[in-house]
């Protein structure tokens, strides 16, 4: 069974703060995504990444930056946390040429 | 960019009423996928559509993809109270990301 865990459900920042939010996957994946999830938004995704070290924009990458140093793990980085960023996040993994994402459990961020 | 439109954006039934929602996207996909998210859950995958003019079905659910391969419809037949969610498309254009639809929001009545 696929399994992509992110490191929080639920997490408070204050304005300003950097803020780091984890996603690692166990099925050997190439590529993997951050969305964000905002009501009547629905998924907008932020960046993605198809190989280690490689990254690329999504639609909304303004004020987010991304680190895939190994496989498994793709973080997402807000460099100065502020309140329009309060929002769910999503982590996934896909296989290369495979049929389905694979979604962590979200993580919930509040900057206040 | 490519857009996907979803409608509608939400919708209420009394248990044992059909439910559709419709998806459009703003250029020809290569495949498309439904996602369906319950209440304080994240997506899980249902399905893909890869021919034009595809139909699938998985029990009570039916799945098309329109001839030209730009639009999308998922019909569910006499909902149950287990439907309740929300149901996303998403279109793949064939870089192996997927552009997701709003969604639509599914309440079922007892």
């Known amino acids: 069974d696929v399994k992509v865990t992110q490191s929080s459900r639920y997490l408070v920042k204050r304005t300003g703060e950097k803020v780091f939010l984890e996603c690692v996957q166990d099925m050997d994946h190439e590529n993997m995504f951050w969305y964000r999830q905002d009501p009547g938004l629905g998924l907008r995704l932020i960046y993605f990444s198809y190989d280690v070290k490689m990254k690329e924009k999504g639609d909304i990458p303004e004020g987010y930056s991304v680190s895939r140093e190994k496989k498994e793990r793709f973080s997402l980085i807000l460099e100065s946390a502020s309140t329009n960023q309060t929002s769910m996040y999503l982590c996934a993994s896909k296989r290369q040429g495979g049929t389905e994402a694979f979604f962590g459990q979200g993580t919930r961020l509040t900057v206040v | 960019g490519q857009q996907v439109m979803q409608i509608p954006q939400y919708q209420h039934v009394q248990e044992g009423e059909d439910f559709t929602t419709y998806c459009n996207s703003s250029?020809?996909?290569?495949?498309i996928q439904w996602y369906k998210q319950r209440p304080g859950g994240h997506p899980v995958f249902l399905i893909q559509?890869?021919?034009?003019?595809e139909v699938k079905k998985q029990k009570r659910l039916t799945f098309q993809f329109g001839e030209a391969k730009k639009n999308s419809s998922l019909h569910i037949t006499a909902t149950q109270t287990t439907d309740v969610g929300t149901y996303f498309c998403?279109?793949?254009?064939?870089?192996?990301?997927?552009?997701f639809g709003k969604g639509t929001m599914l309440l079922v009545s007892p």
């Open positions: 559509l890869v021919k034009s003019g």
């Open positions: 998403a279109g793949d254009s064939g870089y192996s990301t997927l552009t």
């Open positions: 250029t020809t996909l290569s495949n």
